[in-house]
T-cell receptor, first 114, second 113 residues
Framework: EPEVTQTPSHQVTQMGQEVILRCVPI?????FYWYRQILGQKVEFLVS????????KSEIFDDQFSVERPDGSNFTLKIRSTKLEDSAMYFC????????????FGSGTRLTVV | DQQVKQNSPSLSVQEGRISILNCDYT??????FLWYKKYPAEGPTFLIS?????DKNEDGRFTVFLNKSAKHLSLHIVPSQPGDSAVYFC????????????FGQGTELSVKP
């Protein structure tokens, strides 16, 4: 069964450092997303990406965040200057049809900012 | 932002019985509702969805019911199995919002043998 692959599974970084979280979506999917889940809280939408541009972003997705699809297979989330409150599980997802038949989520990257 | 709410943080059910997970929403413009299952250290896994124009969708042991007038949906699992033990998230989607999912807080289901 096709899957969304995320690397690394766990990333520890110092406050103020930049991190890049990587994702390989399912190859024939056209819509890509990043979500995060702070420990004990709900899964929150960050950003959706379609046709090489952001289609929707949340209030959380401020100027310190950016996304890129650099080579047609990878989809990355960059956090420019990490803060303690960025510590969370970050999930990448992809879908064929804008989500109405469900997304496929990756297993997540646990980001710990110290 | 509490557009999607799951008011029960946990539910315990005996194996073989029915599990009913509930979800309420406030935005009448949602187009689709979805249920996801999540195990620890894994991403959410899609289970079943329902269009806002339907009131029921069934897939094997899983049935989702939508009551638009009450802005309420529920997921029925019957018969429940120990392998169903996980956190279940209700989510809603609106086409004019880039396909983003708005999740509820989740309900942890425990199915006891």
């Amino acid at each position: 069964e096709p899957e969304v692959t995320q690397t690394p599974s766990h990333q520890v970084t110092q406050m103020g450092q930049e991190v890049i979280l990587r994702c390989v979506p399912i190859s024939n999917h056209l819509y890509f997303y990043w979500y995060r889940q702070i420990l004990g809280q709900k899964v929150e939408f960050l950003v959706s990406f379609y046709n090489n541009e952001i289609s929707e972003k949340s209030e959380i997705f401020d100027d310190q965040f950016s996304v890129e699809r650099p080579d047609g297979s990878n989809f990355t989330l960059k956090i420019r200057s990490t803060k303690l409150e960025d510590s969370a599980m970050y999930f990448c997802a992809s879908s064929e049809a804008g989500g109405r038949y469900g997304y496929t989520f990756g297993s997540g990257t646990r980001l710990t900012v110290v | 932002d509490q557009q999607v709410k799951q008011n029960s943080p946990s539910l315990s059910v005996q194996e073989g019985r029915i599990s009913i997970l509930n979800c309420d929403y406030t935005n009448s413009m949602f187009d689709y509702f979805l249920w996801y299952k999540k195990y620890p250290a894994e991403g959410p896994t899609f289970l079943i969805s329902i269009s806002s124009i339907k009131d029921k969708n069934e897939d094997g042991r899983f049935t989702v019911f939508l009551n638009k007038s009450a802005k309420h949906l529920s997921l029925h699992i019957v018969p429940s199995q120990p392998g169903d033990s996980a956190v279940y998230f209700c989510a809603a989607l609106s086409y004019n919002q880039g396909g983003k999912l708005i999740f509820g807080q989740g309900t942890e289901l425990s199915v006891k043998p």
